[in-house]
């Protein structure tokens, strides 16, 4: 008894950020059956069902993997059927069934990435993850009892220095309950907030954010005990790429960016139902030689978060494939027609037609910075050995 009291408190703690309990999932759904949002999602996923069947189907769901299997992945795989001309991945046969992993990702959608993993992860018969997302993005009530319900958990924004600490301290403990004592999978972004500019590259302060759960000597052998798995996701089309301009063209002449009311949510939404053509994801071996490695070369913590970073940027890096957006971008960016042969006229009409239509071409500064965000990734290919798709 004494034990069981003492698990519930260690529990209890981490009650502002953890998604629900199974117990609890019951309750939540029967209580947002008439949320219009509900209403809308579950119209979209089963067109030809009647209202009272799902309905009937969601009172009597019980666990968040009931949830996520039947309403969720279903979701997800019609977002796929209607925004995109196909989904493939790579790597999965890295990965053990049965076996908690920390997914650390580039990230690109507020919602696809994860979600994206997670539909591979059930598919590969894999366990699927416990997901970091950002306090800002699940503002309105419904969208904050969806994430628990999808089983996110929370990352406080906007918080002050202490506070933030003491934020960070839980999250870490947190992200090591759930890999070490409830063999459940991990994902979070290698930085805060979705990229951008289409650089992708971790930020050491997530890695000692992670790192801070760690009462070993080591912290590379804490990282490998925690099977570190870098996560690829590219996307031919970005459906928020014009979304993204305003912050990109203020960052870029030193202004200050003020998020729009709703912005977020509309990002959110616009993420999910708009254009992507197609679509990769790749999943890398876990870094156990390469935090060898490091652990042989470096004895410092902070250098080795550093080249922890870089490793994860490489794995991350090389993996991501390229698609013929990309390359166009790049050539029409940088004058020149290098990478013609990784494209036909007719994409580059699309492409170039699908920008017109987005942004104002006229626009030196925007048209270079839309154009900046799809050849990035090239160029970031381009520092490795070689350019491969």
Known sequence: MFICKLELKKMSKFNEIRPYYDSEVNGVLKASLQHPIMKAMMGFTFPDMDESVWQEQLSRTHSIRDFQINFVYKSIQKVLENTSEG?????????????SYLFIS?????????????????????????????????????????????????????????ELLQSSKLLSEYILQMLSKEN??????????RTKDGNDATHPGVLKMIAMANNTDSVTDYFKNLKVVPVSISYEYDPTDALKMPQLLAQSNDQTYIKEKNEDFINLISGITGQKKRIHLHVAKPLNEELDAIAALESNPNKQIQNIAQVLDDAILQNYKLWPTNYIAYDILHKTERFKTEYTVQEKQLFIRRLELRIDMDNAEMQNGILAMYANPVVNKLKYSHVSQ
């Open 184 to 193: 459940r999978s991990v994902w979070v972004a290698q930085r805060e907030g």
């Open 87 to 99: 989904f493939t991945t790579s790597g999965f046969e890295n990965l053990e069934p049965n076996t």
């Open 106 to 162: 580039n990230h690109r959608d507020i919602i696809l990435d994860t979600s994206l993993l997670n539909v591979s992860l059930h598919d590969h018969g894999m366990v699927m993850t416990a997901s970091a997302i950002g306090d800002n993005l699940v503002q309105k009530d419904f969208l904050f009892k969806l994430s628990k319900l999808n089983r996110n958990f929370l990352v406080k924004r906007g918080v002050s220095p202490r």
